[in-house]
Every structure is written in C-alpha cells, then in structure tokens.
C-alpha cells in the first residue's frame, strides 16, 4: 500500500513570496490532514478535511493560510503571503475514516520550507 | 489545551537498556497514541491505548494510561540504536479525533 505523498520536500522562499503545497493521502482515505511542525516543536494541526469538506480549521492562520481538497482526494495547503515565521515542516496525513475516534493517522514525509 | 506533555525532554541509554518515557494531558480522551519520528522524516505510528485499558503490548513496546492521573508512559525495552529519534504522545479528543501533540522526547541510543 503506497503511503501518502508530499511534494516538493523542499522549498525556499523570500518573505512575501507566495507557495503551494501538495498532497496525496493513502487510496480511500476519507480524512485529510494538514500539520505545521516548527523545529523542535511537535506538530500543530492547521487544517482537518472529511472528504472534501473542512472540518477543523481554527488553527489555520486564514489571512494568509489556504488550503483546498477538490474531489475528497488530493489536496493543496496554500501560504501567501510567507513570513519568516512560516519556516516549517508541513505535514500532511491521512486516516480511513475520522470518526470512528479510534483511528491511527499516516504521516507523509513533510515539506520542509525555509523562508528567508 | 489537550497537549500531551513529555517528559524527560531528552534520554540517553546504552544499547540493551529500557527506555521509560511519560506523558501528561489534561482532559479526557478518546485514546492516547504515541508516535516516532526520525531526524527529517514524518512521524510513524507507535501504538493507540484506548481510554478504557490501562495496559498495551507491541513487540518491544509496552504503554500504559491512567486516565485518574492523566498520565500515560512508553517503555521500549531492550533498545536498539535504531530506536534513536523523537517521541511524541498525542491524546485525541473529540468527536473529530483531533490529536494534540506534546513537544516530544529526544531518545538517543548509544551502540
């Protein structure tokens, strides 16, 4: 079974700049999952879709934060503009269902993002 | 705030020891999970103790939950110098599963 991808994993970016995130969770993956991970700092859950409707977003900074899941598959996690205190990894992750309340979710590799 | 709390921040040990590790929440959960993540990589699933054990086994990892002290341990026994990495415990909460993560442990284990 393929895990879920991200891409690029890396970028590097000027403040103001503006740049774009993917990711594809693992086939039949109802729940989607974006999380901002600043260094030596456990992950913070910015966005939460269930298909392709968002169900927790209140840590998603939204004056410059976006992110989208057009069809319940893939998804895009948007920043513009960047400022240097979004220099993170941004995972993503998936899980079969989101409410079952026992679920286990699968992480990607992350995009590691430097803004300078 | 449902953010597992680590403790130690860090640990060392020799290769052949026990690791202990604990964590702290701070309202009730629907389980407690822990996770792994290796120097810039994504984290890894560890294992997921419900809110109505105490007790759980996985090859080398034994967790357990009190749920009267919210407070939750991960013990790896007989450590591997691959074992070395981060270690996050994460409560989840929430009809929406919502897992919050602590700050994580620095393992290191020396060969």
């Known amino acids: 079974e393929a895990g879920v991808a991200q891409s690029p994993r890396y970028k590097i970016i000027e403040k103001r700049q503006s740049v774009a995130f993917w990711c594809n969770p693992i086939?039949?993956?109802?729940?989607l999952y974006w999380y901002q991970q600043i260094l030596g700092q456990g992950p913070k859950l910015l966005i939460q879709?269930?298909?392709?409707?968002?169900?927790?977003d209140s840590q998603l900074p939204k004056d410059r934060f976006s992110a989208e899941r057009l069809k319940g598959v893939d998804s895009t996690l948007k920043i513009q503009p960047a400022k240097l205190e979004d220099s993170a990894v941004y995972l993503c992750?998936?899980?079969?269902?989101?409410?079952?309340?026992?679920?286990?979710?699968?992480f990607g590799p992350g995009t590691r993002l430097l803004v300078l | 705030s449902q953010q597992g709390e680590e403790d130690p921040q860090a640990l060392s040990i020799q290769e052949g020891e026990n690791a202990t590790m604990n964590c702290s929440y701070k309202?009730?959960?629907?389980?407690l999970q822990w996770y792994r993540q290796n120097s810039g990589r994504g984290l890894v699933h560890l294992i997921l103790?419900?809110?109505?054990?105490r007790e759980k086994h996985s090859g080398r990892l034994r967790v357990t939950l009190d749920t009267s002290k919210k407070s939750s341990s991960l013990l790896i026994t007989a450590s591997r110098a691959a074992d070395t990495a981060s270690y996050f415990c994460?409560?989840?909460?929430?009809?929406?599963?919502?897992?919050?993560f602590g700050k994580g442990i620095t393992l290191s284990v020396r060969p």
């Open positions: 992750a998936s899980s079969l269902k989101g409410r079952t309340r026992q679920e286990t979710q699968y």
């Open positions: 994460a409560p989840s909460t929430g009809a929406n599963s919502k897992l919050t």
């Open positions: 086939s039949g993956h109802a729940t």
């Open positions: 309202t009730s959960i629907n389980n």
């Open positions: 103790i419900r809110s109505n054990e």
């Open positions: 879709f269930q298909n392709n409707g968002v169900v927790d």
